[in-house]
């Protein structure tokens, strides 16, 4: 019944933008800690971004902080990645990932199919 479905991925030239979505169901949305991971061809997943279930919290990888901006809507079961002045660097499948936050839902870790984001002019 748990699902998180990514959208948003694409083909922009260096420098522009996109927003990644990924819309959550199945669980207590707000009861969870969300995540934005990525993959590169032959490199390591690595976490991008992450942000409380409260909203408050947020944490960003080195190399996208002041580009990225992570972000969610607990009424509509939404959390989003705002990327801006893209780099080729930045291409990847862009992952969803659902962690619970209470003692009995920390077991829980879910995550979505991936997104394609390629920057290349």
């Known amino acids: 019944q748990v699902q998180l479905v990514e959208s948003g991925g694409g083909l922009v030239q260096p420098g522009g933008s996109l927003r990644l979505s990924c819309a959550a169901s199945?669980?207590?949305?707000?009861?969870?800690?969300m995540s934005w991971y990525r993959q590169a061809p032959g490199k390591e997943r690595e976490l991008v971004a992450a942000?409380?279930?409260?909203?408050?919290?947020?944490n960003y990888v080195d190399s996208v902080k002041g580009r990225f901006t992570i972000s969610r809507d607990n009424g509509k079961n939404t959390v989003y990645l705002q990327m801006n002045n893209l780099k080729p660097a930045d291409t990847a499948v862009y992952y969803c990932?659902?962690?619970?936050?209470?003692?009995?839902?920390?077991?829980?870790?879910?995550w979505g199919q991936g997104t394609q984001v390629t920057v290349s002019s």
């Open positions: 942000i409380a279930g409260a909203g408050r919290s947020t």
């Open positions: 990932n659902a962690k619970g936050e209470t003692v009995i839902t920390r077991r829980y870790d879910y």
């Open positions: 199945g669980f207590t949305f707000s009861s969870y800690s």
